[in-house]
């Protein structure tokens, strides 16, 4: 997957600045609290400000319709008037199912808010599977099937070149915010963000420039250069092998500093099942999250068994280990000796 992965796991958000547009001196007094400008209440979520295909933002949507998974039609232009986000998400992407959850939450808080997820998959069943029974959002089946493909036709048109990435559309049908990678849309940041859209009353943008090319098919994994591994075992360490519940075990590779501590984004991710004490794996190219970033040199594998199976919570009992490795590597034993208190 190419990636521009500049969140991570959980909370592996970042900041970055936006330019701060003040509100309209002439606006009218109200005895309402003062609206916070998007551009100001956006910020925290750290937007991209061009994409691929759309160019400098904001500006109108790339058009999208499709049939959910019900049968009924999802239009965006039938939208207007809404603040939509658009969600381009996969089931192969552990990310995506970390974010998803987190869709429920915005929902409830802002209930005038449209949510529409945009999978990439290989069949209905697939996609009705990721999708699960929230009623949350709307579902729009983008079939993965072009000749190996991983992402749909839809999802290449709009820019997207690794999953998840989202759009905040505004009520005129223009796309203001786009954010690459996975958020945490239950966070006060997110709820702040969407609620000055819905409060927020700028005029259409009618001088968009001409749309760029989309983005070319999305194959499958990169190449494996079979140099790039690691392979060993997890272990529980004596202690706390009462403790250890749950059958998900999350492991992240990152760059190891002079310290021997992890830094920067992630090199190679995955999603094990625990199913003893003593569990082999291995981390290759194949997990890799940024194609520019191979798995290579010395990282710090960091891995969590967790006791509810949701990649974006950390909870007392959960059990912690770490290792730093030179890759290639193998016999690594990686020892989960701590619980989160």
């Known amino acids: 997957m190419t990636g521009r992965w500049l969140c991570g796991l959980a909370a592996f958000t970042g900041a970055c600045g936006g330019a701060a547009v003040p509100p309209p001196s002439a606006a009218p007094v109200t005895n309402q609290a003062p609206r916070i400008h998007p551009e100001v209440a ?195 360490a004596p202690r706390l092998r009462g403790l250890a519940k749950g059958t998900s075990l999350f492991l992240i590779a990152k760059r190891s500093n002079a310290n021997g501590r992890p830094t920067g984004m992630p090199l190679a991710v995955a999603r094990l099942t625990f199913t003893a004490p003593d569990l082999a794996f291995a981390l290759t190219d194949a997990d890799s999250m940024i194609a520019d970033a191979p798995l290579t040199g010395d990282v710090v594998i960091s891995a969590r068994l967790d006791q509810d199976d949701d990649a974006l919570t950390k909870q007392s009992g959960d059990l912690l280990g770490e290792v730093r490795v030179t890759v290639p590597s193998t016999g690594v034993t990686l020892v989960l000796d701590r619980a989160v208190p």
């Open 42 to 236: 956006c910020a925290a979520l750290a937007p991209e400000h061009t994409n691929p295909v759309l160019g400098d933002l904001p500006r109108s949507a790339v058009p999208l319709a499709g049939v959910d998974l019900d049968g009924g039609t999802i239009d965006l232009a039938k939208l207007r008037g809404q603040v939509v986000l658009v969600s381009f998400q996969a089931s192969f992407d552990m990310l995506t199912a970390a974010e998803q959850p987190t869709f429920e939450d915005l929902s409830r808080a802002i209930p005038g808010l449209t949510i529409v997820r945009v999978a990439s998959e290989e069949s209905l069943e697939a996609a009705r599977a990721a999708a699960g029974a929230s009623t949350a959002y709307r579902t729009i089946l983008d079939r993965a099937e072009r000749g190996g493909c991983v992402l749909g036709p839809l999802t290449s048109a709009w820019g997207v070149t690794a999953v998840p990435e989202s759009f905040l559309i505004d009520r005129a049908g223009n796309v203001r915010f786009y954010f690459v990678n996975k958020r945490d849309w239950s966070s006060p940041d997110a709820v702040a963000c969407v609620r000055s859209l819905l409060d927020d009353t700028r005029a259409a943008i009618t001088d968009s420039p001409a749309l760029g090319a989309p983005e070319t098919c999305v194959g499958g994994p990169p190449a494996i250069d079979p140099d790039h591994h690691i392979r060993g075992t997890i272990t529980v």
